[in-house]
């Protein structure tokens, strides 16, 4: 079964650290892999998408990699800000036809 | 602005009263799904197209209908809804169907749907 893991659940960080939150999946055979954001409330907001052959991509203070061979995708925060609190989502696509999600980690930044 | 557009944004409504979460996306998208997302069970999906008059079920499609008569449009049906319905719904969409490895998903908003 093709299923996709956040580990932890809930995260706490004091303001200005950098940190990484995990992602791993059961399927090596992946087409792409998004990383999301959710505010309380609130919709997805895309992050960042690496596709199969890539190995990173980067868009500010993020940066997300992915290692197909061992099936694991970080999410590298650098500087973190109050505003960055909110719940970050994996999703992987392995070509079925729907996106197949984590159940994400809640991140704080404690000012 | 390229946006998927999802109404209402909040809904509470009575077991078995029909209703309809519309969803519309101006980005030309020939793929749209439907996502309810449960507390300890992630975002999982209900229905998706994969082009006008092209749809088919995903994870957990009972007690849900959709149709896709034009590419924009992608409405959630619940015909007779029920309180295990009661979730938080996301309607997105992408190019194509992710084939081409860079088909990036936009989501909308969401819509909270209570069932009493």
């Known amino acids: 079964k093709q299923e996709v893991t956040q580990i932890p659940a809930a995260l706490s960080v004091p303001e200005g650290e950098n940190l990484v939150l995990n992602c791993s999946f059961t399927d090596s055979a992946i087409y792409n892999l998004q990383w999301f954001r959710q505010d309380p409330g609130k919709g997805l907001t895309s992050l960042l998408l690496i596709q199969s052959s890539q190995r990173e991509q980067t868009s500010g203070r993020l940066n997300a990699s992915l290692d197909k061979s061992s099936g694991r995708s970080t999410l590298y925060i650098a500087a973190s800000q109050p505003g960055d609190s909110a719940t970050y989502l994996c999703?992987?696509?392995?070509?079925?036809?729907?996106?197949?999600f984590g159940t994400g980690t809640r991140l704080t930044i404690i000012p | 602005e390229a946006q998927v557009t999802q109404n209402p944004r909040y809904l509470i409504t009575v077991t078995g009263k029909k209703l309809t979460v519309t969803c519309s996306q101006n980005m030309n998208h020939e793929y749209m799904s439907w996502y309810r997302q449960d507390p300890g069970l992630g975002l999982r999906q209900i229905y998706y197209s994969m082009n006008v008059e092209v749809t088919d079920k995903g994870d957990v499609p009972e007690g849900y209908k959709v149709s896709r008569k034009e590419k924009r449009n992608f409405p959630l049906i619940l015909e007779s809804p029920s309180p295990n319905q009661t979730s938080l719904y996301f309607c997105a969409s992408s190019p194509n169907s992710g084939l081409a490895s860079n088909t990036e998903a936009f989501f909308g908003q969401g819509t909270r749907l209570t069932v009493v």
């Open positions: 999703a992987v696509f392995f070509g079925n036809e729907k996106l197949t």
